[in-house]
C-alpha cells in the first residue's frame, strides 16, 4: 500500500463540527456513535423507515428485474431469503461491541454464520447499546449535497411524512450509503434481442421462480455461490459462466474465485456445469460461450456486482464516480477526497474486507480528524498518495475495477488506520480465522457454514472479547 504517513496524533484544540450522516446501515451507525463520541453534533439520513440497510430484508424486488432502467422502483436491500452470513460472526462484528451468539434468547440465532435476521438484530442491538436512533432522521432522504462558501455543505432533504423539502448547512458530511443496490452487469453481445428472462442478483429473493428452467448464472462471487446453490435444487439446469475460467491459464497463481469455482464442480452437483464467459447471445434463446459451448437457456441470472451511486452528490467534479470502472475519487485512503478533506468523508468504499471493523476504524479515524485530534498530511502530500496507489495497480495489473479491492492489504489498512487512531491493532486470531474459513470453503462448499476446525481460534476469540479492544 503506498503511504504518505505523516498523519498523527495532535495536540490541537477540539473542534466539534455539525455533521450529516447519510445513511443507518452498518456504516453510518458506527460514525454516527464515532462522531457523537468526539463530541460532533450529528444528524443521521435514513430513507428508509427502519435501520439495517442491507440487511434489511424484504421479499419486495424492483419494478426491472435486472435493475438497469433509471425510473424503476428501487429496493435497498440485496438480501435473499436464504442468506447466512458469509464471514464468522466472531470476525464480522464491530471491535467493541462484538457480534456475538446471544445462546441464551431462544429468538436469536447462534450459529456462526447466521441468517440476515440475527444480522439486524445485532445492528438494533448495537444502535439501542449507544442511543443511536435519537440521532437519525428516519424516512428522509438526501437528494442533494453540495459545496457552499466557507467550505460548509449544503444538504437538501425530502422527508415521506412532508411535501416541503429542507435545506440546511453542516460543517461536513460523512457518505454512508452503502453500494450494494446499483447493479453492474455485462456487456453481452446480442442481449437486448435476446428473448429470455433476465435479473440480476439484487432482486434475486427465492429459488422457486427458477424451477426446471436452463439458468445461465454469471459470475463467481459469494453471493453467486450462495444463488447457485439454492437454484441447483430446483433448476433443470444451472450453468456458471465465470470470466475467471477464460483467464486461469494467464493466471501466475489460481485466483480464490477460480478455486472456488473448482471447489463447485467437485462439489456433486449433477445439473451443474462451469462454463467460460458468454462470447454472443442469440433471438432462439441460445448462448455461446467463448470456448465455443452453446446452451439454449431460459433465464440469465446476473451476479455481476455493483456500481459506487451517489447520485446526490455534487463536487463541481472534484469527485468522480467512475461508472464503467467502479473507481470513486480521487479518495486518501478510499476515505478523504484530497481537496475537500477533512469536510467529505465516505465510510465503506473498500469491499473485499471484514466490513464492520473496517467501518469502526474508518469512522474514528473522521471523527478524530474532525475534531483536530488527528492531523491529516497536506492536500499535496493525501493527493500524491492517491496518485502513487493507482500507479502500483497499475503497474500490477489490476484493472481499475479492483480500485477499492483491498483484499491483499486488508490487514495493513485496517492495522494503518488504528495506528491513526490511537487503537489497538486487530488481533492476530481475526487474520487466522478468515484464513481458516477460506480454506475451509475451498474443502467443504456446501457445508463450511456448519463444519470447521478452529475452535482453539473461536476460543481466542471470546477471551479477547471478555478483555475488550
Ligand atoms: P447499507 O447497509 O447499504 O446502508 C446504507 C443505508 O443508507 C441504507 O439504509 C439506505 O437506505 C441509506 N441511504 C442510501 N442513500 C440514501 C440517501 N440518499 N438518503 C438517506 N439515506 C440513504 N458483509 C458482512 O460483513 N458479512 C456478510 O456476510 C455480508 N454478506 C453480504 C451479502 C450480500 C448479498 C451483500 C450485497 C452484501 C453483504 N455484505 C456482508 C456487505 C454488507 O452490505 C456490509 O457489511 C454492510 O451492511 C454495508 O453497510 P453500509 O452501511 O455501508 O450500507
Known sequence: MADASSAHLTAMRPLSSHVAVIGAGASGLVAARELRREGHNVVVFEKGDQLGGNWVYTPEVESDPIGLHPNRTIVHSSMYQSLRTNLLREIMGFRDYPFAAKEEDEERDPRRFPGHREVLKYLNDFAGEFGICEMVRFETE?????????????????????????????????????????????????????????IHSHNYRTPEPFRDQVVILIGSSSSATDIYRDIAGVAKEVHISSRSIASETKEKKPQFDTMRLNA????????????????????????????????????????????YHF????????????????????????????????????????????????????SKWIAGVLSNRIALPSKEEMMKDVKAYYSSLEASGKPTRHTHDIFDYRGEYADWLAVQCGSPVLEEWREQMMLTVAKNWLVRPKTYQDEWDDNHLVLQAYESFKNGV
Open 142 to 198: 438526501v437528494v442533494f449535497v453540495g459545496l457552499v462558501e466557507g467550505g460548509k455543505w449544503i444538504v437538501k432533504s425530502k422527508s415521506k411524512t412532508s411535501d416541503e423539502g429542507l435545506e440546511e448547512i453542516y460543517d461536513a458530511v460523512v457518505v454512508c450509503c452503502g453500494h450494494y443496490t446499483q447493479p453492474r452487469v455485462a456487456e453481452i453481445s446480442g442481449i437486448t434481442t435476446w428473448k429470455g428472462r433476465q
Open 264 to 307: 463447485m464442480i467437485n462439489s456433486g452437483y449433477e445439473n451443474m456445469w462451469v462454463r467460460s464467459k458468454i462470447k454472443s447471445v442469440h433471438e432462439d434463446g441460445s448462448v455461446v460461450f467463448i470456448d465455443g459451448s452453446v446452451v439454449v437457456a431460459d433465464t440469465i441470472l446476473h451476479c455481476t456486482g455493483y456500481k
Open 311 to 362: 447520485p446526490f452528490l455534487e463536487t463541481n467534479g472534484i469527485v468522480t464516480v467512475d461508472g464503467d470502472d467502479n473507481r470513486v475519487g480521487p479518495l486518501f485512503k478510499h476515505v478523504f477526497p484530497p481537496a475537500l478533506a477533512p469536510s467529505l468523508s465516505f465510510v465503506g468504499v473498500p469491499w473485499k474486507t471484514v466490513p464492520f471493523p473496517n467501518f469502526e476504524l474508518q
